[in-house]
């Protein structure tokens, strides 16, 4: 069975891969760029996973172009909501692929992620199966969190500090001044 792997970032890929390998999966992975800001933080992380990806002998398709400027037009007045919207565009691009591809089923790191809408991902990837015509292959793979964050670290890998858009930077980086007194 051939199976499109959504991959987010390298670190979010690690436990998947294990996971996806030991269901006897044949992987294939997918880099959707448009959600990471700037330019250059998006490079490095494409970067980190093409390094990762000739360690492990796993092949890569890497979105082409850079729509960033889609990308915000579509979360604008939708902010608030944003990663929903996020997760809908990045989810129906792999299943899109994945069809296109004769993939067998598809699926995503993201449902690697403690911080990330867990149940929303696991709706909008059926979804996004649906519509596309290809099963969305669903695993909790939260319950590796602490096994991928060691593996990470072990290989010394890039390991972000945000999400990923320009909003999430802003989220962690912008401290509003305290008033004082
Ligand atoms: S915070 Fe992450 S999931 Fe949410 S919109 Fe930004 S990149 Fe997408």
Request: net charge positive.
């Amino acid at each position: 069975m051939k199976i499109l792997l959504h991959i987010c970032c390298a670190p979010c890929s690690i436990y998947p891969l294990t996971v996806l390998d030991r269901q006897g999966l044949s992987v294939m992975g997918y880099f959707y760029r448009h959600n990471i800001h700037p330019y250059t933080e998006c490079l490095k992380r494409q970067e980190t996973l093409k390094t990762y990806a000739d360690h492990m002998g796993l092949r890569v398709i890497y979105q082409e172009g850079y729509d960033m400027e889609a990308f915000i037009r579509k979360m604008v007045f939708r902010e608030a909501n944003r990663c929903n919207v996020c997760y809908h565009e990045r989810l129906v691009a792999a299943a899109r692929v994945a069809k296109k591809g004769k993939f067998d089923c598809f699926t995503t790191t993201l449902l690697y992620s403690k911080f990330q809408n867990h149940n929303m991902i696991a709706a909008t990837g059926e979804a996004a199966g649906k519509d596309a015509g290809v099963p969305f292959h669903y695993h909790d793979f939260r319950e590796g969190w602490k096994e991928g964050i060691a593996a990470s670290k072990r290989l010394d890998m890039y390991r972000q500090q945000y999400c990923g858009c320009i909003y999430s930077e802003k989220e962690r980086f912008y401290k509003p001044q305290q008033r004082s007194g």
